[in-house]
């Protein structure tokens, strides 16, 4: 039988050129982001829930840098893993001009000063408590919690961070850092909201590569309702106002939807997080020999690229920059 079709969309996929001319989404190293978790030991320590990713020493962090920079990725975010007994209720080691963050700041920008350094701001690797905030009687404080990131934020920039990037999700903050930035002159240093950070269940192997589960309660006073996408555009209106430059979605692949809703209501860069359960996943399906990884990592990214993040943070970066450049 052969049917009368004028129309055969097969015709534009009869070939690699043909294919490639349609080809509406492109993925490149220049995309990604890569995650790195430190800590204070001499070797490099390997995250049991995490296949692949470490707590990397000083030395550890330079060498997985300069391996990535020759790989094309060339942004690289930084998450403390916090001695228990430098964890206190006020957080104070945040802002600590010689602590972890700011020498790997130094230490990064001194040898690789291509490189771009984003730092997060939240007071949950420092916090006794477990929290991204200050406690007090059970209550996660808002406002006194903004006053000690102002303090975090500035240690980094001083240090010579290029991106600070507030993950804690408390209200103002982008505002209150913003103007602290300013008021010392770091008008030229970046801010990227972790505008859309959902409360989600994808987050445990990252809370087991820094020790910061919360010691009591959950996070839902300050992390958004995964059932909410209205509310997705409400955050994104105060962080634009408050003035940030670039504005995230977390997690990435169970919300597609709201990274493509933010897309479509900003002219900012929109970055978007393959968290560290997504990455678990992929990494153990692989490992069993239930799904090929690289296929599957390449389309999960290219997924989160197509419903429109500019920026992709994940633990498979340079895999994934490897990958591509091979074809």
């Known amino acids: 039988m052969s049917l009368n079709l004028p129309i055969r969309p097969r015709r534009n996929r009869k070939n690699a050129a043909l294919r490639g001319f349609a080809r509406e989404t492109h993925l490149g190293p220049e995309h990604l982001v890569l995650p790195l978790f430190l800590?204070?030991?001499?070797?490099?320590?390997?995250?049991?829930?995490?296949?692949?990713?470490?707590?990397?020493?000083?030395?550890?962090?330079?060498?997985?840098?300069e391996g990535a920079l020759k790989e094309g990725v060339g942004a690289f975010d930084l998450f403390p893993a916090i001695t228990e007994g430098l964890k206190t209720s006020d957080g104070r080691e945040a802002y600590n001009p010689a602590g972890l963050v700011p020498r790997a700041i130094r230490a990064l920008k001194k040898e690789f000063p291509e490189a771009l350094v984003i730092t997060d701001v939240a007071l949950d690797p420092y916090n006794s408590d477990g929290h991204d905030g200050l406690v007090r009687d059970g209550k996660i404080l808002n406002d006194e919690t903004v006053e000690i990131l102002i303090m975090q934020a500035l240690c980094h920039a001083e240090a010579g961070a290029d991106v600070i990037s507030p993950s804690d999700m408390m209200d103002g903050r982008i505002g209150a850092i913003r103007g602290g930035l300013d008021a010392r002159g770091f008008t030229e240093v970046s801010l990227l909201s972790y505008c859309v950070k959902y409360a989600s269940s994808f987050y445990n192997p990252f809370r087991d590569a820094l020790d910061s589960s919360p010691k009591f309660g959950d996070k839902k006073t300050y992390q958004m309702d995964p059932s909410n996408a209205r509310e997705a555009l409400r955050e994104l209106a105060l962080d634009e106002a408050e003035g940030a430059d670039i504005v995230m979605v977390k997690p990435a692949m169970p919300f597609l939807d709201i990274i493509r809703l933010?897309?479509?209501?900003?002219?900012?860069?929109?970055?978007?997080y393959q968290v560290s359960g997504e990455y678990a996943m992929l990494k153990a399906a692989a490992l069993n020999g239930w799904l090929d990884e690289r296929r599957t990592v390449l389309e999960s990214l290219l997924g989160i690229r197509r419903a429109g993040a500019d920026m992709i943070f994940t633990y498979f970066a340079r895999q994934a920059a490897r990958w591509l450049k091979d074809g």
């Open 262 to 272: 933010v897309r479509e209501n900003t002219a900012l860069p929109v970055a978007a």
């Open 39 to 65: 800590h204070e030991g001499a070797e490099n320590q390997e995250i049991g829930s995490m296949p692949g990713c470490f707590r990397l020493s000083l030395e550890g962090l330079l060498r997985e840098v």
